[in-house]
Every structure is written in structure tokens, then in C-alpha cells.
């Protein structure tokens, strides 16, 4: 069965400073990885994709990706009150539209 | 911009009721699914539709069944309603996806509680 894990937090972070988090999956078949934003109750919203090994920048947004290690992360610069949510790892394995596995999320909480 | 439209945020129900939940989606998506949402257990697959009058089962489709006459509908019905099936309930939509394009667009989730 398809995996993937997060460290649930709370992480909290001081405005200002890097936020990193990460995610493990298990399917070394995977193709395609996210990251998700979800406010509380409220519905995911995507923020960033990587397909291949390195680092993708977006923004204040950087996802690095590293296939060999099945090892995802988003690196969050400059941290804002308003990046406070929770961040959802997601990786298809194939392709096609069998949907996504989603992690059970990291709580990022940026201190003021 | 997509739109994906749940047709309830709240729902009350009683065990054994028949539920329909209602999912539309206005960008000619091919692709639909249903998810649930608990607290400590993340976002679950429960069924997903690639065209009209198909469906797949995702990983936890006991208990629900789906239906997908229109392109743009796809409704979660629950047979008989239990407390276990108490969650908030989230419909997506994709264009119809490669291996490296599959983004999901949700819809804003219908909170279901069952007494």
C-alpha cells in the first residue's frame, strides 16, 4: 500500500524564518509530488509541484525533491502569521487518474 | 477560475438514512473523486470517476457507492448512514491528467454528522 508520512507538529517557526517540512513516501514508482496548503476549515489548496530531482522555486517557495532517498520537502522563506496552516504532502504513483495519496499533514505555526 | 461546488457545508443525518452528497464542477474536468477527511487520519480516497457513467474505488469505498450520469456531476451516496461515516467530505476535480499534470481542485467540503 502506497504511503506517504509527515511529522504531524505542531511545528511552530518565529516570523521571519525558514519554515522546512518534510515528507517520506513509499512507492519508489512515484512520478509526481505536492504540496498542499489547508487553512483551518478550509479546503486544500495547491502551492507547489515537482516532477524531477532538485529544487523548484516559487515565490518565497522552494520544493526539493530527492528520488533515490523518496524524501520531499518545502522550504518556506521569510515566514509570515498568514503561512500558519496545515501543509499536505501528496505523490501519484503513476500517473493516469487513480487520484493522489495524500500525508496526514504538518501544522505550521508561525510565531509573531 | 475552476470552481467545484459541494452542494451542503453542513449535514445532519440519522443512522440509516440514505445520504446523497452533491459534487459539481464547472471547467469540463474528465477527472472526479471523493475524499474524506478525520482528524489524525488525513485525506482518504473513497471513489473517483474518470469519464461519464465510470467510477473506481479508491482505498476506503466500503459503505459508499458514486454515481456520474453528467460530466460535470458526480454525487456520494451513502446506503445506509453510520456514525463511523461522521466527516467532512471533499470533492475534487482534475483535467484529464499525464503523468506530470494531476492538480486537484477541491471543492470547500460538506461537513456530514451522523446521529
Known amino acids: 500500500q502506497k504511503e506517504v508520512e509527515q511529522n504531524s507538529g505542531p511545528l511552530s517557526v518565529p516570523e521571519g524564518a525558514i519554515a522546512s517540512l518534510n515528507c517520506t513516501y513509499s512507492?519508489?514508482?512515484?512520478?509526481?509530488f505536492f504540496w498542499y496548503r489547508q487553512y483551518s476549515g478550509k479546503s486544500p489548496e495547491l502551492i507547489m509541484s515537482?516532477?524531477?530531482?532538485g529544487d523548484k522555486e516559487d515565490g518565497r517557495f522552494t520544493a526539493q525533491l530527492n528520488k533515490a532517498s523518496q524524501y520531499v520537502s518545502l522550504l518556506i522563506r521569510d515566514s509570515q502569521p498568514s503561512d500558519s496552516a496545515t501543509y499536505l504532502c501528496?505523490?501519484?504513483?503513476?500517473?493516469?487518474?487513480?487520484?493522489?495519496?495524500f500525508g496526514k499533514g504538518t501544522h505550521l505555526i508561525i510565531q509573531p | 477560475d475552476v470552481k467545484v461546488t459541494q452542494s451542503s457545508r453542513y449535514l445532519v443525518k440519522r443512522t440509516g438514512e440514505k445520504v446523497f452528497l452533491e459534487c459539481v464542477q464547472d471547467?469540463?474536468?474528465?477527472?472526479m473523486f471523493w475524499y474524506r477527511q478525520d482528524p489524525g487520519l488525513g485525506l482518504r480516497l473513497i471513489y473517483f470517476?474518470?469519464?461519464?457513467?465510470?467510477?473506481e474505488k479508491g482505498d476506503i469505498p466500503e459503505g459508499y457507492s458514486v454515481s456520474r450520469e453528467k460530466k460535470e456531476r458526480f454525487s456520494l451516496i451513502l446506503e445506509s448512514a453510520s456514525t463511523n461515516q461522521t466527516s467532512m467530505y471533499l470533492c475534487?476535480?482534475?483535467?484529464?491528467?499525464?503523468?506530470?499534470?494531476?492538480?486537484?481542485?477541491f471543492g470547500s467540503g460538506t461537513q456530514l454528522s451522523v446521529l
Open positions: 470517476s474518470y469519464d461519464v457513467k465510470m467510477k
Open positions: 475534487a476535480s482534475s483535467p484529464q491528467m499525464t503523468a506530470t499534470n494531476e492538480k486537484l481542485f
Open positions: 512507492d519508489r514508482g512515484s512520478q509526481s
Open positions: 501528496a505523490v501519484n504513483s503513476g500517473g493516469g487518474a487513480d487520484g493522489l495519496t
Open positions: 515537482i516532477y524531477s530531482n
Open positions: 471547467m469540463d474536468h474528465e477527472n
